[in-house]
């Protein structure tokens, strides 16, 4: 299973970015959860957000609650983070991820994208 995030890039603070990653190499049944987490420099992983196979139910960090949007589209096994409002301390590189049990902790995902680095310039 590969995954490969894409779509970061540097951007002024008060701008948008939209980052995609797609799943290759097994499809994905409807048990499995895909979300993102990032990391700053300096800064341990953490948890960004998370959406369950149907889209139906998705979670976020408070950091990023009503600022980034999480979907997907399972026809194309991929999902998306739509990030607004994007501010300097969303700067980090950005990790999808895909798990059976897909919470908020690193451990719940079984796997990984290398990542793709946001910087918000302000």
């Known amino acids: 299973v590969q995954l490969q995030a894409s779509g970061g890039g540097l951007v002024q603070a008060g701008g948008s970015l939209r980052l995609s990653c797609a799943a290759s190499?097994?499809?994905?049944?409807?048990?499995?959860?895909m979300g993102w987490f990032r990391q700053a420099p300096g800064k341990e992983r953490e948890f960004v957000s998370a959406?369950?196979?149907?889209?139906?139910?998705?979670y976020y960090a408070d950091s990023v609650k009503g600022r980034f949007t999480i979907s997907r589209d399972n026809a194309k096994n991929t999902e998306y983070l739509q990030m607004n409002s994007l501010k300097p301390e969303d700067t980090a590189v950005y990790y999808c991820?895909?798990?059976?049990?897909?919470?908020?902790?690193?451990?719940?995902?079984?796997?990984w994208g290398r990542g793709t680095l946001v910087t918000v310039s302000s």
């Open positions: 190499g097994r499809t994905f049944s409807h048990s499995y959860v």
């Open positions: 959406i369950n196979w149907s889209g139906g139910s998705t």
């Open positions: 991820a895909v798990g059976v049990q897909g919470g908020t902790t690193e451990s719940t995902y079984d796997y």
